[in-house]
């Protein structure tokens, strides 16, 4: 053994390890596991293997879950519902008090056996994963508590249904339980295949402090496991994991009413420009991609660097990567542990060899191996092209890309020029710069000079197919709460579109004035593209014809809504003008309005015209004073959570109240910054397009409002499929909202399906309408010491 003289000589890193008596004794004692059903642990019956990834050796078995496991333990998770939900707040919050405490007694214990199923270093487990899984149990238990007064009305969303992925397996499961027990949910949540293990040591935790039974369920098992609980009468699916995975939830759980957050893949940038603290910068690579052996969602695995400094940073970067230590994940000196199951391990050498097929260059940590486990060295690949697979599939391993740029537009292009959107990091010393980066960043995390910072007080989610919805933070309690719904109304059904000529109304001797709507888009009236007209008939017969819209005629509108982008960079204050304008010339032709109305045989015309000028001028002052937040975070950071717009969002319109359901959902949209597509009421359109020349003479921008006339159903389906389109809202039939939410999972698009209701009361309007509008985005601003 060296002196220490000797060490401090040579400075040579000795043997650190962890002891894993305890946790081996524990996992000895109780050898297979079952699931966690009502409170108790369930007879195993078919079970597999779960191993530690270092050593390859064999941990636990643990049950593999049938159909029948997840309708029972959903069962149990229905009959615990009514007295969980109905339970004080404060009562509910001294439970995850307890859950929080008991988890603080037992970090020791559950980093060791976090790091014996996964393989992360035990640094990672000790120091960020266990202490963040009590943080998120405390933070939500004083959610609970003020839960009535900061959601006045809201109900629990009901059994909630979670699928946890294997990268952070104990707080996947807090981010996901925590929440849903402090809103009066009940839970059942299958954990990853591969790390099992917490999870149940977590159930045993419920057990010990006698959480009421059927609270928490933990259903063990694969993927088909999981698609069993997707598939079960739960009311909300909660998943993190793969988009591909997340794509087929979505598919699967469209039309069935369940409410559905997605927290997918990333491909995130980390972008580095000349002026930056390049020493922070490179280890800030460390914590992006290095962490966790890069199998981080949101890890920075895209690298841009500014030219100028290109060289100098890779000579540093190359530098640092030499020094970190690959081995025993168990060991506290070691920086990179064990990939988690050879299948994992596989793909990444895979993509690895396609990116150098392809003609990237790897610098990879060299030294040894260990000669068992899953093990691969990190690094990163320069002379990579956009095209490479490297530069546009998630390896999810611990290997970045490098890549220069020159001017900060070019920086936006590249890190923009991905499908997904979760997170970005970005490195300078010019505030300005940096924040300006940010809010062109497509993500829906950002962290300035910094990386990988996560907090209970902070939402987390993406945008594009990164997914929907978000974790933590106020965000994250919305998803998990239902606020008072509105009555129901039926629609009246649309009469069948006809092409042909139709009978009119009875003579009256004089000729009629020729009423044909073309469709309006990019500003401008414009003729169907395939031509073709119908007849729009009221109460006394045909009243006019309206343009029969295709899907051309959506491609062209979704067009001129993109080239309308700066209405989103624009001030609240600014739209408030234009919105406040267009609510003084909709008065102006008030009597106007209400004739075309009264024509149709719309009921309560003269009322109906009325609400829709009042329901702009409130739009218009909602404009300027729908904002964010400051959330209360981690020290030496002020973390901003920022309402941004989706961008293009489609909108077809309910049959009933054709103005005032049209402005109901077209006016929060523009107001916070989005461009829209609408189809109007496909019964009677002419309410719609008589705000054409109402929008021209109120300095709305050409593309900011489209519409495209036609049968409501038929142009829903290609906007709900349109992959420039960001969200959809649909007003319609049962069968049409199954529909949107099923085209809308090939770029995964958010989707709204509101029942029809009654648009002039005070469900057609409100903070509901806004926030369906945006999104958030949390950036993480260096603030202090």
Request: hydrophobic share 45%; proline share 6%; charged share 20%.
């Amino acid at each position: 053994m060296p002196t220490v003289t000797e060490i401090l000589e040579t400075m040579d890193y000795g043997p650190a390890p962890e002891a894993s008596g305890e946790v081996m004794g524990w996992l000895k004692a109780r050898g297979t596991f079952g699931h966690f059903i009502d409170g108790a642990f369930t007879k195993p019956g078919k079970t597999f293997p779960t191993a530690d990834p270092a050593t390859g050796a064999e941990l636990a078995k643990v049950a593999q879950g049938s159909a029948k496991d997840v309708a029972t333990a959903v069962k149990a998770a229905r009959a615990a519902l009514p007295g969980w939900s109905k339970l004080p707040g404060h009562e509910r919050a001294k439970w995850l008090y307890a859950i929080a405490r008991h988890v603080q007694k037992r970090e020791r214990f559950l980093s060791v056996l976090e790091t014996l199923d996964n393989g992360k270093p035990i640094r990672e487990s000790r120091d960020i994963d266990i202490p963040l899984v009590a943080r998120h149990f405390y933070h939500h238990a004083g959610w609970a508590e003020m839960l009535e007064e900061e959601f006045p009305g809201a109900v629990p969303v009901g059994v909630c249904g979670q699928i946890i992925p294997w990268n952070f397996p104990l707080l996947m499961l807090a981010w996901k339980i925590a929440p849903a027990l402090a809103a009066g949910n009940t839970v059942v949540l299958k954990p990853a295949e591969y790390t099992p293990l917490t999870a149940l040591a977590f159930a045993e935790i419920c057990a010990e402090i006698g959480l009421p039974k059927g609270v928490v369920n933990i259903v063990t098992g694969d993927g088909e496991t999981g698609a069993a609980l997707v598939a079960a009468e739960v009311d909300k699916i909660a998943f993190t994991g793969s988009t591909e995975v997340g794509r087929a939830i979505r598919k699967a759980t469209s039309g069935t009413g369940k409410k559905l957050t997605l927290e997918l893949g990333g491909k995130s940038p980390f972008v580095v420009f000349a002026d930056a603290d390049l020493d922070g910068a490179v280890e800030g690579v460390v914590d992006a991609i290095w962490f966790n052996q890069g199998q981080v969602c949101c890890a920075g695995s895209r690298i841009l660097v500014q030219e100028g400094i290109a060289e100098t940073f890779v000579t540093r970067l190359r530098a640092r990567l030499a020094k970190l230590r690959t081995g025993d994940p168990l060991d506290k000196s070691t920086d990179i542990g064990a990939i988690v199951d050879p299948v994992q391990l596989a793909r990444i050498r895979d993509l690895v060899a396609k990116g150098e097929a392809e003609g990237a260059v790897l610098h990879q940590a060299e030294g040894q191996l260990p000669a068992t486990g899953c093990f691969f060295a990190p690094g990163f690949m320069t002379n990579v092209a956009p095209a490479n697979i490297v530069s546009e599939v998630e390896i999810f391993g611990p290997v970045a890309t490098l890549t220069t740029f020159r001017t900060p537009d070019e920086a936006v292009e590249l890190a923009n020029n991905t499908r997904y959107g979760l997170a970005a990091s970005i490195w300078s010393e010019n505030i300005n710069l940096a924040l300006d980066i940010a809010a062109k960043v497509k993500a829906g995390v950002v962290w300035v000079n910094a990386t990988n910072i996560f907090d209970a007080g902070a939402g987390f989610g993406g945008y594009r197919e990164s997914g929907f919805g978000r974790e933590g933070g106020r965000e994250g309690m919305r998803e998990y709460v239902s606020g008072p719904a509105p009555r129901a109304k039926p629609e009246t059904a649309p009469a069948r579109l006809d092409a042909a000529p139709v009978p009119g109304a009875p003579s009256t001797g004089t000729a009629p004035i020729d009423r044909t709507a073309k469709l309006y888009v990019g500003g401008a009236q414009k003729r169907p593209d395939g031509g073709y007209s119908y007849t729009v008939t009221g109460k006394s017969g045909a009243i006019g014809l309206a343009g029969l819209g295709n899907r051309k005629d959506i491609r062209n509108a979704v067009e001129a809504a993109h080239k309308a982008g700066g209405w989103g960079r624009a001030t609240g204050h600014n739209r408030a003008q234009v919105l406040y304008y267009l609510a003084e010339n909709l008065a102006a032709r008030e009597a106007e309005f209400t004739r075309r109305l009264k024509s149709a045989g719309t009921p309560k015309p003269t009322e109906e015209v009325a609400t829709a000028i009042r329901r702009a001028f409130y739009y218009a002052a909602q404009a300027d004073k729908f904002d964010g937040a400051v959330h209360a975070t981690k020290s030496a950071h002020v973390t901003l959570a920022m309402p941004e717009p989706f961008g293009v969002i489609g909108i077809a319109c309910p049959n009933d109240a054709p103005l005032l359901g049209f402005l109901s959902l077209v006016l929060p949209a523009i107001a916070m910054g989005n461009r829209v597509v609408a189809i109007p009421a496909q019964a009677m359109p002419l309410a719609a397009t008589d705000l054409y020349q109402v929008f021209d003479t109120s300095d709305l921008p050409g593309g900011v409002v489209n519409i495209v006339t036609g049968a409501r159903d038929e142009l829903a389906k290609t906007l709900a499929g349109h992959d420039d389109v960001a969200a959809m809202w649909y007003c319609g039939s049962e069968d049409g909202a199954a529909m949107v939410e099923a085209e809308s999972a090939g770029n995964l698009k958010l989707t709204w399906c509101p029942p029809n209701r009654d648009w002039s009361g005070p469900g057609g309007q409100g903070r509901d309408f806004l926030l369906r509008a945006t999104q958030v985005k949390n950036i993480w601003v260096p603030y202090g010491e």
